[in-house]
């Protein structure tokens, strides 16, 4: 028995597919991780009390928000620069 | 042939759930240690040991709060049509 992954097309294009949305899903993993040690160092006062405060859980959720909302900007503030640069 | 492709896409699901919790481990140590042992002895205190079974649990719940977070974002950004990949911790 051969133990060369012998696929047919379809399979492959199937693979294909779980693959990305894998990928896409290890991306999305990623963020998270980012944003949880970010939003963590922020927004966590007392370590030893062993669960979250609300006032630190709704901090955790704005940190999020901001931050996305940041990025978004600074997109925003590059595309005007670009096209700034393109009408000199 | 189906057989080989569950194994195939389970093999890589499994690899991404390894990773997601690898990573949950080295940030959740380095934080804690970082709070919890001020000052390393010889061994670690009952206190210190306390303080790192408390902010462990605390890092997970913020760890669900934030993917919470994200994809709530995620959906009101891209629409409730859209296909998008939901977070899991393990």
Redesign the interface.
């Known amino acids: 028995m051969s133990d060369s992954?012998q696929?047919?097309a379809a399979?492959q294009n199937?693979?294909q597919k779980?693959?990305a949305?894998?990928t896409?899903?290890?991306?999305?993993?990623?963020?998270?991780?980012q944003?949880?040690?970010l939003?963590?160092?922020k927004?966590?006062t007392n370590?030893?009390?062993?669960?979250?405060a609300p006032t630190?859980?709704s901090c955790?959720?704005n940190?999020?928000?901001r931050f996305?909302d940041a990025s978004l900007q600074l997109v925003r503030d590059v595309e005007n620069k670009r096209n700034q640069i393109g009408h000199a | 042939?189906e057989s080989?492709?569950q194994a195939?896409?389970q093999h890589?699901?499994n690899e991404?759930a390894l990773?997601?919790a690898q990573?949950?481990m080295n940030?959740s140590t380095e934080?804690?240690f970082k709070?919890?042992v001020v000052n390393p002895g010889t061994s670690l205190s009952s206190t210190e040991q306390?303080?790192l079974?408390?902010?462990f649990?605390?890092?997970l719940?913020?760890?669900t709060?934030?993917?919470?977070?994200?994809a709530g974002?995620?959906r009101s950004e891209l629409g409730p049509s859209q296909e998008e990949?939901?977070?899991t911790v393990f």
């Open positions: 992954l696929l047919d399979t199937e693979l779980f693959v949305q894998e896409a899903q290890r991306k999305v993993n990623e963020s998270i991780h944003f949880t040690g939003c963590w160092d927004c966590i370590v030893t009390s062993g669960r979250l630190e859980a955790l959720t940190c999020v928000g996305l | 042939m080989r492709k195939v896409m890589i699901r991404t990773t997601n990573e949950l940030a934080r804690c709070s919890c306390a303080c079974s408390g902010c649990d605390k890092y719940e913020a760890f709060v934030v993917s919470r977070a994200y974002r995620v990949a939901k977070p």
